[in-house]
């Protein structure tokens, strides 16, 4: 029988009988502490209580009550606690333990200051209690003055002390710790080496906390694993997984802290076949295990894969936890697959976490990527205690949906609601007001993150800044930015440059940045071409030839441009004149029946923008038939009706001649469509785009 069962039932013949004998009492309370059974404990205390039972000694109820603290239950234990009449060291150390637990330092240092006599374990409870809550001065000041009163100082008291430093990353009071730890031969203690591991550790010293390890006379899984996620937390994940080969050798058995580690350091190393094998290897895979794994694909751009295995996750009836469910959500927001965000969405309502912070942050980046902002706003707005990453989440999702005075006014919400902004934050107030055109307002923005908010602007930041003064025609002042940076600038600020100046027609300013980028991206196609399309644009056709070739001699390869449509959750791919497609005839017949209809309308082709030297035939053809273009016809010839919007997604810029042919399509078609290229979404709807013509 199961012993709970059997608990159960012994406190049930206590309420069938009427005279209990005392040492049933005794009996059924030790069960309770052996199986730290609180629900029964309870049903024993109510029981005593009904039959004004009052044991003459302080044993059962402090074992009662030891029960409480250990389960977490600070009410009962407080209420147990008022109502004894006589209370001796065990019961304030219960009552100590009950606080501790669950975190309430100040009642805590109250109650340990009421005790009329403390021992070593009034004492090293109290301290790992501040410990906890990372209140290390006073952790400390507890630690010296039970040295002072004369008490015993025990493994656990320095363990406590130790964890404190760690919890704040204050090695200098930990080297004194560890001092006094030498002076007190506690030095090849295995839990107090383990704590002094951890602390180097978790402090940087990766070094000295390899020392250690290596000279522990006993070293158990919790020492390998503390020295296998100290070089995880240093950013060295090659050394976590040779450490790991050792730990094999050693005939030491890994534990599903160790593999959640190993499995994050091969992520880590791009080394996914080997994490999948490790994987394969777990006999019993728990929800720590299978989140690893999906945030592991979900880092390395496997997100596809991360699907997969939440669904065989369900499967094997591993229940997931609010960080499977965010890990899950940020796929799908990574995809842009609202089908599948739904889906996820209504898991995490099922399961009852929707309304954790993690999960609803997610929730607006999700709908938010999928060209949702409506519905992300009504998510953010239930959340009760709404963290920077809340804001930042749906400050981004306005500012990549159009929304961009809302995602300003809410910046504005966050500040008066002492919120304070981040990098991640200043980066969707500057994406804003490079949407809107607000240059000035803009600045000032960027000059506050110093000024104000003590930010550091980084290379995201100035190439946000360069954008808004190059899209205003301030290339010149964008130029001189750049030359002020306080470090040297990436690609990211010259390929920023590069475009402006394209937006300009400046050529002068964008080969002086196509050079830089062809010494820092030697293989990158993106700058050759843009390049070239400048040229182009100019009639400079010598110029362009002379750029083909350099990257036919440097074998620099064009990435194929291409855009997808998800239908009933299944997506659909398209490159440019595609037909390759199973229904290509049918599309192309839809194609140009859309087409027809828009030339009526007055819709005309921009043959200028195709920057070849061809004759107008050739262009008319090849402008046809972009890859958006073939995706939403596909879109409406398999969802004719519906109120619901066509979405495609585009992995480069949209270009000017499909931007126009969408806004015709919604105006004239009067279908919505939300459209995500690589710079921001576009929403059409009768004509008109959330972007106001700039992208």
Not at 88 to 98: G, V
Not at 338 to 344: A, E, H, K
Not at 595 to 611: C, D, M, Q, W, Y
Request: hydrophobic residues 40%.
């Amino acid at each position: 029988m199961n012993p709970k069962h059997k608990l159960k039932q012994a406190v049930d013949s206590l309420y069938r009988h009427i005279n209990v004998n005392p040492e049933a009492y005794t009996r059924i309370v030790l069960d309770c502490v052996r199986l730290n059974d609180a629900h029964q404990a309870k049903r024993l205390q109510s029981h005593m209580d009904d039959n004004l039972y009052e044991p003459t000694t302080t044993f059962i109820r402090n074992r009662l009550l030891d029960v409480y603290a250990n389960s977490g239950k600070l009410l009962d234990a407080r209420n147990l606690f008022d109502k004894m009449p006589q209370r001796d060291t065990f019961t304030y150390n219960a009552m100590l333990k009950a606080y501790s637990k669950m975190g309430s330092a100040d009642d805590l240092q109250g109650l340990f200051r009421s005790i009329p006599c403390r021992d070593s374990v009034s004492y090293n409870t109290v301290i790992a209690g501040f410990a906890t809550k990372g209140r290390v001065n006073e952790a400390l000041e507890v630690f010296v003055e039970m040295q002072k009163e004369g008490v015993e100082v025990t493994g656990y008291s320095y363990v406590s002390v130790l964890n404190a430093c760690s919890w704040v990353l204050d090695l200098r009071r930990g080297k004194q710790v560890h001092g006094k730890i030498v002076a007190c031969g506690l030095v090849f203690n295995g839990f107090v080496c383990n704590a002094l591991t951890d602390l180097y550790a978790k402090c940087g010293e990766i070094d000295a906390a390899r020392w250690l390890f290596d000279r522990m006379r006993n070293q158990n899984v919790v020492s390998w694993n503390l020295m296998i996620s100290g070089y995880m937390k240093n950013g060295l994940p090659e050394k976590s997984i040779e450490l790991f080969s050792e730990m094999k050798l050693s005939g030491v058995k890994p534990d599903v802290v160790t593999n959640s580690n190993v499995l994050g350091a091969f992520f880590q190393t791009k080394r996914i076949h080997a994490a999948q094998k490790l994987f394969s290897e777990i006999e019993k895979k728990d929800t720590i295990s299978w989140t690893t794994m999906i945030v592991g694909h979900v880092q390395n751009g496997k997100e596809e894969d991360a699907l997969v295995l939440f669904n065989d996750m369900l499967t094997a009836n591993v229940k997931p936890d609010k960080f499977t469910i965010s890990s899950v959500v940020s796929s799908c927001a990574r995809l842009a697959s609202l089908f599948y965000g739904q889906t996820i969405h209504g898991k995490s309502v099922h399961m009852g976490v929707d309304n954790d912070t993690l999960v609803s942050s997610a929730l607006v980046d999700m709908y938010s990527k999928c060209g949702e902002p409506t519905e992300a706003r009504k998510i953010f707005d239930t959340i009760h205690s709404k963290s920077t990453v809340s804001w930042n989440s749906m400050i981004l999702g306005y500012a990549q949906n159009g929304k961009d005075l809302e995602a300003l006014t809410l910046y504005e919400e966050m500040l008066n609601n002492g919120i304070k902004p981040d990098s991640i934050t200043f980066v969707g107030v500057l994406s804003a007001c490079i949407h809107e055109g607000l240059t000035e307002r803009g600045e000032q923005y960027f000059h506050s993150m110093t000024k104000q908010h003590g930010i550091i602007p980084t290379s995201d930041h100035y190439a946000c800044l360069i954008n808004l003064l190059g899209r205003s025609g301030c290339v010149d002042k964008a130029v001189e930015t750049i030359k002020g940076m306080p470090y040297k600038p990436d690609s990211l600020i010259w390929s920023t440059l590069l475009s402006v100046c394209k937006l300009n027609g400046d050529i002068e300013h964008g080969e002086m940045a196509a050079k830089e980028l062809f010494e820092l991206e030697p293989f990158d196609a993106e700058p050759y071409i843009t390049l070239s399309n400048m040229y182009a644009a100019n009639g400079r056709w010598k110029d362009v030839a002379a750029m083909r070739s350099v990257m036919n001699s440097n074998k620099i390869k064009k990435f194929a441009a291409f855009s997808w449509v998800e239908i009933d959750g299944k997506v659909h791919k398209f490159v440019s004149e595609d037909r390759a497609h199973p229904e290509s005839e049918a599309i192309y017949r839809e194609l140009k029946r859309i087409i027809r209809k828009l030339l009526k309308a007055g819709f005309t082709p921009n043959k200028n923008l195709v920057l070849h030297d061809v004759g107008d035939d050739e262009k008319l053809e090849s402008i046809c038939y972009h890859s958006e273009k073939l995706a939403l016809a596909y879109g409406l010839m398999k969802k004719p009706e519906g109120r619901q919007p066509v979405r495609i997604l585009k992995n480069i810029r949209v270009c000017g001649d499909c931007h126009l042919f969408m806004k015709f399509v919604s105006r004239i078609i009067g279908r919505a469509i939300v459209l995500r290229d690589s710079n921001r979404f576009h929403h059409f709807v009768g004509g008109s785009c959330s972007c106001k013509d700039l992208w």
